[in-house]
């Protein structure tokens, strides 16, 4: 029978453990006796009840030895623990990606109901329409972010990337991310790229040992886990190039284009060397090229030329894209006003134009030239069209690539999924279809899935009209994800409204009442000056400091919490009166 709580065990009465843990034998610390000796009754109650967790969390970390606090930090077997025993009798939705579709899935479930665990390599959201803003000071970086982690926040997160995923155990792979030094910066390449997957797994198996490499288990999985930038491979561009996705990004834009000014100014730079540095270029002719190109124009005007009214004659921007027009996307009358109030700006615009190459130093013959003052100094990009140019900064803004963990995890053979699969059993034997692939898009590279957003899965082999099966548990949305049969646009509107769809069907248990359809609500875009073009769902246009006001209203109430509704005004009031901050930090 089992004994009263408090009642002592007769088997350890009466022994000296010589400073050693009874329950686990672990060695203790001269400093931590007292401790363990005042909390070892409590030890015992719950070892009585089966509920004695591993002795380290019942012993302050700082009393541990050296060894044992390594061991401590290297395990993930405690907070995997945590996390059943917070589980409460409710499912766990594991969503990867802290983007806009994984992060607002994960906010708008229903806590009572479901236990949200967030996995991502970044421990924050980025609203990606103030990048370009907070680039050149218009705003503060953490205007822009939004804490996964905060002291309302019921979500649960684990910092680190997902490795691979198992259908059939319900349980994902997970490798750490809190140090890794990309964190906050565009990914344009796989981060394991160049190892064979021999040399992979031996990794996996060295990480696994030290606690780098863990797994939890789900009872519902959303993907989405974005994409990356696509760079064409073109020569030069991942590492001399400069994106606009992360807040990391943004530090880096604003440190380089006041370096390039700073240097300018300097008293030993040549006016052709001036030129060069001073010689701006973004590389894409979609939203995000020109609302930066606009940002960075008015930064320029309106505050670094009364800083440094000497150099206003050497400044130039470009954007050039290899499409006949930028802004593909608006009407054709909104493109032309765009690009009109540009060239009245002086900002090129230079379409049908191929960038072949960026390469650090300056453009042809260095040797000799005494106006070189530095030839590491700026950068040479190579256009098909014109040649190569001495420039300051290219910032690339060209689309998207498919995020690698689909490439690679998501193509992996599955054994045939037991449960929570749906299939035509007239077409699917089991013992005909043993293994089963992810299925995807044949021009993204996406994961398809049906219009209720669940991931869809093939037959191994080849062939023709292969059957379907679809995981009721596992869902894709977000720019790694395609409905069958739609061509929905890869932008933060479409994957933030199938994330607010998928969260209010899973709250209510009607995930099969209807299925997901997009509103198109319109697009929108700055174009320096106060001044922006708006093109709403239903046709209509409008442009001019009209727009402007649209364009930040609705970005001022799109933001997440009430801290940066309330930061965001401020800032843009202080920057009006006072002029930007042009510090680098």
């Given at each position: 029978m089992q004994r009263a709580i408090g009642q002592a065990n007769p088997e350890m009465e009466g022994r000296n453990y010589g400073g050693r843990n009874p329950i686990t034998g672990i060695a203790l610390p001269k400093l931590c006796l007292k401790v363990a000796q005042s909390i070892m009754p409590l030890a015992l109650q719950r070892a009585q009840l089966n509920k004695l967790p591993n002795f380290t969390e019942v012993l302050p970390r700082r009393c541990m030895s050296a060894t044992k606090q390594r061991q401590w930090l290297q395990t993930r077997k405690i907070s995997v623990g945590e996390l059943e025993s917070r589980k409460d009798g409710r499912e766990r939705v594991v969503v990867l990606g802290s983007g806009w579709a994984g992060y607002t899935a994960a906010q708008n479930l229903d806590p009572k109901k479901y236990q949200a665990v967030i996995v991502s390599p970044r421990s924050y959201f980025v609203f990606t329409p103030l990048l370009a803003s907070t680039s050149v000071g218009t705003l503060e970086f953490r205007t822009a972010l939004e804490p996964v982690r905060n002291r309302r926040s019921?979500?649960?997160?684990?910092?680190?990337?997902?490795?691979?995923?198992?259908?059939?155990?319900?349980?994902?792979?997970?490798?750490?991310?809190?140090?890794?030094?990309?964190?906050?910066?565009?990914?344009?390449?796989?981060?394991?790229?160049?190892?064979?997957?021999?040399?992979?797994?031996?990794?996996?198996?060295?990480?696994?040992?030290?606690?780098?490499?863990?797994?939890?288990?789900?009872?519902?999985?959303?993907?989405?886990?974005?994409?990356?930038?696509?760079?064409?491979?073109?020569?030069?561009?991942?590492?001399?190039?400069?994106?606009?996705?992360?807040?990391?990004?943004?530090?880096?834009?604003?440190?380089?284009?006041?370096?390039?000014?700073?240097?300018?100014?300097?008293?030993?730079?040549?006016?052709?060397?001036?030129?060069?540095?001073?010689?701006?270029?973004?590389?894409?002719?979609?939203?995000?090229?020109?609302?930066?190109?606009?940002?960075?124009?008015?930064?320029?005007?309106?505050?670094?030329?009364?800083?440094?009214?000497?150099?206003?004659?050497?400044?130039?921007?470009?954007?050039?894209?290899?499409?006949?027009?930028?802004?593909?996307?608006?009407?054709?009358?909104?493109?032309?006003?765009?690009?009109?109030?540009?060239?009245?700006?002086?900002?090129?615009?230079?379409?049908?134009?191929?960038?072949?190459?960026?390469?650090?130093?300056?453009?042809?013959?260095?040797?000799?030239?005494?106006?070189?003052?530095?030839?590491?100094?700026?950068?040479?990009?190579?256009?098909?069209?014109?040649?190569?140019?001495?420039?300051?900064?290219?910032?690339?803004?060209?689309?998207?690539?498919?995020?690698?963990?689909?490439?690679?995890?998501?193509?992996?053979?599955?054994?045939?999924?037991?449960?929570?699969?749906?299939?035509?059993?007239?077409?699917?034997?089991?013992?005909?279809?043993?293994?089963?692939?992810?299925?995807?898009?044949?021009?993204t590279g996406g994961i398809v899935t049906d219009d209720h957003l669940k991931l869809t899965l093939e037959p191994e082999g080849k062939g023709g009209e292969k059957p379907t099966g679809i995981l009721d548990n596992v869902f894709a949305l977000g720019d790694c994800a395609t409905i069958e049969g739609t061509v929905y646009p890869a932008t933060a509107q479409v994957a933030s409204q199938k994330a607010e769809w998928l969260a209010a069907r899973l709250n209510k248990g009607d995930l099969e009442a209807k299925p997901f359809k997009w509103k198109n609500l319109g697009v929108m875009a700055y174009v320096g000056g106060w001044n922006a073009i708006m093109q709403s769902g239903g046709g209509g246009n409008i442009s001019g400091r009209t727009a402007w006001l649209v364009w930040r209203g609705a970005y001022l109430v799109k933001s997440i919490s009430w801290r940066n509704r309330l930061l965001i005004p401020i800032y843009w009031f202080i920057n009006w009166v006072f002029g930007r901050d042009i510090s680098r930090f």
């Amino acid at each position: 029978m089992q004994r009263a709580i408090g009642q002592a065990n007769p088997e350890m009465e009466g022994r000296n453990y010589g400073g050693r843990n009874p329950i686990t034998g672990i060695a203790l610390p001269k400093l931590c006796l007292k401790v363990a000796q005042s909390i070892m009754p409590l030890a015992l109650q719950r070892a009585q009840l089966n509920k004695l967790p591993n002795f380290t969390e019942v012993l302050p970390r700082r009393c541990m030895s050296a060894t044992k606090q390594r061991q401590w930090l290297q395990t993930r077997k405690i907070s995997v623990g945590e996390l059943e025993s917070r589980k409460d009798g409710r499912e766990r939705v594991v969503v990867l990606g802290s983007g806009w579709a994984g992060y607002t899935a994960a906010q708008n479930l229903d806590p009572k109901k479901y236990q949200a665990v967030i996995v991502s390599p970044r421990s924050y959201f980025v609203f990606t329409p103030l990048l370009a803003s907070t680039s050149v000071g218009t705003l503060e970086f953490r205007t822009a972010l939004e804490p996964v982690r905060n002291r309302r926040s019921r979500l649960s997160f684990f910092q680190g990337w997902a490795d691979s995923v198992d259908f059939n155990k319900r349980e994902i792979t997970i490798e750490e991310a809190v140090d890794d030094p990309h964190q906050g910066l565009t990914l344009t390449t796989e981060r394991h790229a160049g190892e064979s997957p021999q040399e992979r797994e031996k990794e996996k198996k060295v990480e696994a040992q030290k606690g780098q490499l863990f797994t939890i288990s789900y009872d519902k999985l959303i993907i989405a886990v974005g994409c990356y930038s696509q760079t064409f491979n073109t020569p030069g561009i991942k590492e001399n190039a400069l994106f606009l996705k992360d807040v990391g990004d943004a530090r880096k834009i604003r440190k380089r284009l006041l370096a390039c000014f700073e240097t300018a100014s300097l008293p030993t730079t040549s006016d052709e060397m001036k030129r060069q540095l001073l010689r701006f270029v973004v590389v894409g002719g979609g939203p995000t090229g020109i609302e930066f190109s606009a940002e960075m124009h008015d930064i320029i005007k309106e505050d670094l030329a009364r800083i440094y009214p000497e150099l206003m004659p050497f400044y130039s921007i470009a954007v050039y894209d290899v499409a006949p027009r930028v802004l593909s996307m608006f009407d054709e009358k909104l493109a032309k006003y765009a690009m009109g109030r540009f060239a009245r700006e002086g900002i090129e615009i230079k379409t049908s134009h191929h960038v072949q190459e960026l390469r650090r130093g300056f453009p042809g013959p260095e040797k000799g030239n005494q106006s070189i003052r530095d030839p590491l100094t700026c950068f040479t990009v190579k256009v098909k069209e014109e040649g190569e140019l001495g420039v300051g900064m290219v910032v690339w803004s060209t689309g998207l690539m498919m995020n690698p963990f689909v490439e690679h995890a998501m193509s992996k053979v599955q054994s045939f999924p037991r449960m929570h699969m749906r299939y035509d059993k007239s077409q699917v034997n089991e013992v005909d279809h043993p293994q089963w692939l992810v299925r995807r898009d044949p021009k993204t590279g996406g994961i398809v899935t049906d219009d209720h957003l669940k991931l869809t899965l093939e037959p191994e082999g080849k062939g023709g009209e292969k059957p379907t099966g679809i995981l009721d548990n596992v869902f894709a949305l977000g720019d790694c994800a395609t409905i069958e049969g739609t061509v929905y646009p890869a932008t933060a509107q479409v994957a933030s409204q199938k994330a607010e769809w998928l969260a209010a069907r899973l709250n209510k248990g009607d995930l099969e009442a209807k299925p997901f359809k997009w509103k198109n609500l319109g697009v929108m875009a700055y174009v320096g000056g106060w001044n922006a073009i708006m093109q709403s769902g239903g046709g209509g246009n409008i442009s001019g400091r009209t727009a402007w006001l649209v364009w930040r209203g609705a970005y001022l109430v799109k933001s997440i919490s009430w801290r940066n509704r309330l930061l965001i005004p401020i800032y843009w009031f202080i920057n009006w009166v006072f002029g930007r901050d042009i510090s680098r930090f």
